[in-house]
């Protein structure tokens, strides 16, 4: 059938008129690959045949062509012909398989011209990882007369079509710590961090690692669990540790410190989850982080202008906190709530003096006791 189509299309074009060939008049033919596939989307890959610009008087009046692609990765299912040369051709066909793409398309009434492109074929990248697969133009041939006016040269390179998971926003893994302070009371012997890892769990996402950061000497991981995932291992190396685990849904990761050593201090943890896998679709990753005060005995600092002599507790509220303080004698001095931002005792309106109070946070109450002269 092929053959057939071939020689009755040569046939009814011999006759065309013969025009002067126009010195360096040269007629190139190139392929590309539109955009990059997305392995989580559609997955669909386009490929485009170009053609130097072509006038009426070159006598286009039909093609056919031939690509090679990688059956295992690419199936092409349809020839794209609208706003290309090939629309103005009423005769066209199209075949993909074994490997290669066939296709012709030609017209007996008129010739065709114009600066679009030849011709377009749409089809799937067949796998969900990242990859690359081969693409390459074999032959273009157009009819004797096209090919009479114009010196025809087709660049048979061999193309990669890169297939990835695009970076478009809803692919994204964030960390969150439920709790954003911790204090080290005094008869603790351990500190456990609840951590909720979210994403639309649509994407794919088959392992992910957990990277604490910033761990101080007197802190030390004694274990850890995963809610909605298997946990797979976890390791601590110096102020940094990772925990590699495969995620079931939102999660929800539980990290207990052991408490190595008592004294004032305070560190801030770095939390951050990324994609362990290479076929993810998780495509950007944003972390959290947890303040941890360590306490021992007295502390003094210079607050507000003010000298403070902190025993216990902090005097600035995290979003979702209360504290009230009061005097010696059981009076009021403040209360106060931080809604959205963080929000701190104003100690210039505290007359010099010791202050008791307690401060709530996410249903648990402590302590807070410090004197200001």
């Not at 009076?331 to 929000?343: F, H, I, M, P, V």
Request: glycine content about 8%.
């Amino acid at each position: 059938m092929w053959l057939r189509w071939q020689h009755i299309w040569f046939l009814g074009l011999g006759a065309a008129t013969t025009v002067a060939l126009a010195a360096g008049d040269t007629a190139r033919v190139s392929l590309q690959v539109l955009d990059t596939v997305d392995v989580c989307g559609r997955r669909e890959c386009v490929l485009v045949v170009t053609l130097s610009p072509v006038q009426a008087r070159d006598s286009l009046m039909g093609f056919n062509l031939a690509i090679r692609f990688n059956p295992e990765k690419l199936i092409f299912h349809a020839m794209l012909t609208s706003g290309t040369l090939a629309e103005g051709m009423d005769q066209r066909g199209f075949g993909a398989q074994a490997g290669e793409l066939r296709a012709y398309a030609f017209t007996l009434t008129r010739t065709i011209s114009g600066a679009q492109p030849l011709v377009a074929f749409v089809g799937e990248y067949r796998q969900q990882c990242p990859d690359t697969a081969g693409v390459q133009l074999l032959y273009v041939e157009f009819n004797e007369e096209f090919e009479r006016q114009r010196t025809v040269l087709v660049d048979t390179l061999p193309l990669p079509v890169v297939a990835r998971a695009v970076d478009v926003p809803g692919r994204l893994l964030r960390t969150r710590a439920v709790v954003r302070e911790w204090e080290i009371r005094e008869g603790n012997t351990s500190v456990v961090l609840p951590l909720a890892v979210e994403y639309d769990t649509t994407l794919r996402l088959a392992a992910a690692r957990t990277v604490i950061g910033g761990i101080p000497e007197w802190l030390s991981i004694s274990d850890v669990s995963v809610t909605s995932g298997t946990l797979q291992s976890w390791e601590q190396q110096g102020q940094a540790a990772t925990v590699s685990w495969s995620p079931q849904g939102q999660a929800q990761l539980a990290i207990r410190f052991e408490v190595q050593q008592r004294k004032t201090d305070t560190a801030v943890l770095s939390f951050l989850t990324e994609p362990h896998d290479s076929c993810s679709c998780v495509t950007r990753w944003e972390g959290d982080s947890v303040r941890i005060f360590n306490t021992s005995g007295v502390s003094v600092a210079e607050w507000g202008g003010r000298t403070v002599l902190r025993m216990s507790g902090h005097l600035c509220l995290e979003p979702g906190e209360a504290l009230e303080l009061y005097d010696l004698l059981g009076r009021e001095q403040w209360r106060g709530t931080a809604l959205e931002g963080r929000r701190c005792v104003p100690l210039q309106s505290l007359s010099p003096g010791v202050y008791v109070g307690r401060r709530h946070r996410f249903g648990e109450s402590f302590p807070v006791v410090f004197c200001v002269q």
